[in-house]
């Protein structure tokens, strides 16, 4: 078949989802990728892998989302000199996930940023670590290298620079901010100082037990990336999933939204001191974690979500406990929702501050909470819905104004929605197993699993080995392009609401450096 | 000549000071937590903290000058002294006449100068920045602390603190229309100097917001267990200050061991309650952005002026 008027020629791949597949070269990639952008369609993701041993090469993917489903189209890059076009002038998000593509394979974005992004002068920058015939094993003497940052000139401009290490135990990031006495002009991030191999660790894993590591990329997350993972081992090898599987695999998905979002909402009134807030909240958030450790045997619900089915049930006393503490939930957050609301030194704070404009959350392909407070009304319960979701009928949350206080209403607004949605879960959950055996995989086919976790899409390109093992698996986080975005969002802000605001987006460092 | 027992009674306030300060910041985050629905931490928790970085070695920047090093030494020493000056057990204190309240803002800015340059002295930028917010709050609000003592001082004629709570202590209960509007200053004006919510938040972690805590970022061991008990100090000799300016009851002139015991009391129930209330403070507001801190203690600046206004328009009629 063929989308958006190209010239290319999909395939769609088995599965639950609409997943379109093509080949294509240069010439191709970059008119489908301007088509795509044409008609509102956004970069998910960009990743190479190496197919030498198959003598073709290495490959590029470029995963769009277009109103028909994901695109996904392949190019072909030459094993001696593997370059492809720079997509960043379309897509800026692209210009991280490429430098990310060279340092973990050498695969070239022709006249593009070629600053490292994950590669940390840990180890040389000849060496790629994911290319199949290099032993990631390898130890090199640590080492410093001076990371060009983009200078502001001017009278009165200095910089501020900021972690990786920080005064709180927070996860690293390094944050160099140009100013002008408080006044922010530029801010220019540094991550993928928590880059840990995953997806070289991947080759070592069966089909069968990766969703244990897919599980553990992002731990706030760990029910989406788990359920992207089987959605794509599932697919590749023609799994049919039980439904009560599916509907608890839901119930899962929205426990863990309400229960990321209750911790953000404390968050962030405690970045504006007002600790009462936190407190609050994170009661609610521990009743609910406690309440998922009783039921299903982990706070996070970790390894919950296994290839075929799910590993957990919920017994006849359970669902009525979960219904009463939705009901308990709800009530305390109107309340709590209410003194936000009225707390006029609180809204003095949130309002138009860090406002990401609709526009440039476009340009970004911002996508989920971030992407929804910024009119970007993407979210794939609604668009695409696969079961459960496609019976659940859930309502989109969406504000325009893209400052805090939209992206704090955007989280108070899906978790009304995300305690409805559970409570219809219990209600209907139907009967049945709750695991299906996974089939034999053919070696080298592909599976896409596409999930709306509570930050945004997380995506799961996976492609099976010889014998039942994972040749390669690429996770994406929908950080990816919230973090570049988030540098304009602060401009022209001042320097003290940076925490505020990087709160109020509160984006994955290890799902992005993985 | 003071005499021996004056003499005695001040060294006495001085131990006091010392060890009712980390009380009181105790008890402030107690009441806190209380308010917020927390598990509160013990009253003594302060001590312990202080004791820890006591007994904690100095990790000290390669660039840090010995300014770096001297600074908690001279901030400690100013906090001590404004303390002792505050009338809180007595008014008849040898060492008052050393400083008047026009003297005690001063001391309170040389502890804040050093405190700056210190933060300035490593080269960091967080030093650096906020050195840059608390001149900027500093600048501010001591015209406003100024004016409200100048409130006090036209009502008792006299810029010495012992007259000032002499006067104002002892006389016939008559309801001063000036005091309200420098109570309200002097408060305003107390949280933005001890860095407290809505101006500063002194338990958060986020350096970018830091104002108070930005400069002493690199201190350790000693020196950072001297500018914390400072900084109780500070806010203990301003709650003392508050209560002697606005609820000077219960200061006796004279000494003797049931006065004392009569001081000693009040004060303790006072500070409690004083306590209670910037905690209860802190616990409803959210932090102003650092713009509106201007605005915060222009308004602090405007009340001190009509407190001046309003006492020489109705308090001075004859």
């Given at each position: 078949m063929r989308l958006l008027g190209q010239d290319l020629e999909f395939e769609r791949l088995p599965g639950a989802q609409p997943v379109h597949r093509a080949a294509c070269d240069d010439a191709g990639l970059l008119a489908f990728a301007a088509a795509a952008k044409e008609s509102g369609g956004r970069l998910v993701a960009l990743w190479g892998s190496d197919e030498r041993d198959r003598g073709t090469g290495f490959a590029l993917h470029v995963a769009f989302a277009l109103a028909e489903g994901l695109a996904l189209v392949t190019l072909a890059l030459p094993a001696g000199h593997p370059e492809y076009p720079d997509l960043a002038p379309l897509f800026p998000a692209a210009n991280r996930l490429q430098r990310a593509a060279f340092d973990l394979l050498g695969i070239v974005a022709r006249g593009a940023d070629r600053r490292p992004w994950l590669r940390h002068a840990n180890w040389p920058a000849d060496f790629h670590p994911l290319r199949r015939d290099c032993d990631a094993s390898r130890q090199f003497p640590p080492q410093n290298e001076d990371y060009p940052f983009v200078r502001v000139e001017g009278e009165g401009v200095h910089e501020i620079a900021v972690g990786p290490i920080h005064a709180g135990v927070i996860e690293p990031g390094h944050f160099r901010f140009s100013v002008v006495g408080e006044k922010v002009l530029r801010l220019e991030e540094r991550l993928?100082?928590?880059?840990?191999g995953v997806e070289k660790r991947f080759e070592q894993f069966r089909l069968a037990d990766g969703h244990r590591l897919a599980g553990r990329i992002c731990g706030d997350s760990t029910v989406a990336y788990a359920w992207a993972y089987c959605l794509a081992a599932e697919s590749l090898s023609g799994c049919q999933v039980p439904q009560r599987a599916l509907w608890l695999r839901a119930l899962l998905l929205e426990r863990e939204r309400i229960a990321n979002h209750l911790g953000d909402l404390g968050a962030i009134g405690n970045d504006a001191a007002l600790s009462f807030g936190l407190s609050q909240f994170m009661r609610l958030k521990e009743d609910w974690l406690r309440l998922s450790a009783e039921l299903f045997g982990h706070r996070l619900t970790m390894d919950a979500i296994v290839p075929g089915g799910v590993a957990v049930e919920l017994a006849d006393p359970g669902g009525q406990r979960i219904r009463e503490q939705c009901d308990a939930i709800e009530r305390e957050t109107h309340r709590l929702k209410n003194i936000y609301d009225e707390h006029a030194g609180l809204q003095d704070r949130f309002l138009t501050t860090g406002r990401l404009d609709p526009a440039l959350a476009s340009e970004y392909s911002v996508s989920g909470i971030a992407g929804r407070a910024s009119?970007?009304?993407?979210?794939l319960r609604t668009q695409n819905p696969i079961a459960p979701y496609d019976e659940l009928d859930t309502q989109i949350a969406s504000h325009r104004s893209g400052d805090v206080a939209a992206r704090v209403l955007v989280r108070f607004d899906e978790v009304f929605e995300s305690l409805r949605l559970i409570r219809r879960i219990v209600d209907r959950l139907p009967r049945g197993g709750l695991t299906a055996p996974l089939p034999a995989a053919r070696e080298g086919s592909l599976g896409v699993g596409w999930i709306e976790g509570w930050r945004g899409d997380v995506l799961v390109a996976l492609s099976a080995g010889a014998e039942?093992?994972?040749r390669r698996c690429h996770a994406h986080d929908p950080s990816w392009h919230v973090w570049p975005a988030l540098e304009h969002a602060i401009m022209g802000n001042i320097v003290p609401d940076f925490p505020l605001i990087n709160k109020s987006f509160n984006l994955a460092y290890s799902g992005v450096d993985s | 000549m003071s005499s021996a027992p004056a003499l005695v009674l001040q060294f006495l306030e001085l131990i006091l000071a010392l060890l009712a300060a980390p009380l009181l910041t105790g008890w402030v985050n107690q009441c806190r937590a209380w308010l917020g629905n927390r598990s509160a931490p013990p009253l003594t928790q302060f001590y312990r903290q202080l004791a820890k970085l006591f007994e904690k070695e100095v990790v000290l920047a390669d660039n840090a000058s010995s300014l770096f090093r001297a600074a908690p030494y001279v901030i400690f020493a100013c906090m001590a002294l404004a303390s002792m000056i505050v009338?809180?057990?007595?008014?008849?204190?040898?060492?008052?006449?050393?400083?008047d309240a026009i003297a005690l803002v001063g001391i309170f800015a040389l502890a804040r100068v050093f405190a700056a340059l210190a933060g300035m002295d490593i080269g960091t930028s967080f030093g650096t920045m906020g050195a840059r917010r608390e001149m900027l709050i500093g600048f501010l609000a001591e015209p406003a602390l100024l004016m409200v003592f100048f409130t006090a001082s036209l009502i008792s004629h006299s810029t010495s603190l012992s007259t000032i709570v002499e006067t104002l202590g002892q006389r016939e209960f008559a309801i001063y229309p000036s005091l309200a509007f420098a109570g309200v200053a002097f408060t305003m004006v107390s949280l933005a100097e001890n860095a407290r919510?809505?101006?500063?938040?002194?338990?958060?972690?986020l350096e970018l917001t830091m104002i108070h805590e930005a400069m002493i970022l690199e201190y350790s061991g000693r020196h950072l267990a001297l500018i914390e008990w400072a900084a109780s100090l500070k806010l203990y000799a301003y709650s003392c200050l508050g209560l002697a300016l606005f609820f000077p009851w219960g200061i006796p002139e004279t000494t003797g061991p049931l006065s004392m015991l009569v001081a000693l009391s009040s004060l303790v129930l006072k500070l409690a309650i004083g306590g209670f209330l910037l905690a209860l403070i802190e616990t409803l507001s959210a932090k102003l952005r650092i713009f509106r801190a201007p605005e915060f203690l222009g308004t602090a600046f405007m009340l001190a002026v009509l407190a001046m206004l309003v006492h020489q328009l109705l308090e001075t009629a004859t």
């Open positions: 993928g100082w928590t880059h840990k009119s970007q009304s993407w979210d039942g093992g994972i | 009338p809180t057990l007595s008014t008849d204190l040898p060492f008052a006449p050393a400083a919510i809505p101006v500063d938040n002194p338990t958060t972690h």
